[in-house]
């Protein structure tokens, strides 16, 4: 994939990332007892990203990855226009 797909690859998941984090936080799922935990994997993982998309394995990565996060928070069916 060329570097400029990926970049774009990259961005579309880092937000996607974040959506759920903002939604963890706001429902309660993360509180104060594990958000710095929870906001130091995010933060590792959306400032690698870019990196991390070079895996052949990524999409299948990200993608396992929002399922778990659209399981636990069931995000897409609250907002279907987001949905995976």
Known sequence: MDPEKRRALSDFYREEFLRYLQHL???????????DAVSDACRWLTQDLDRVCWRA???????????SFDTLTRLSTLDPRQGH
């Open 25 to 35: 936080q706001s429902t309660g799922i993360v509180s104060d007892r594990n958000r």
């Open 57 to 67: 394995d990524f999409p299948a990565l990200a993608e396992t990855l929002l399922q």
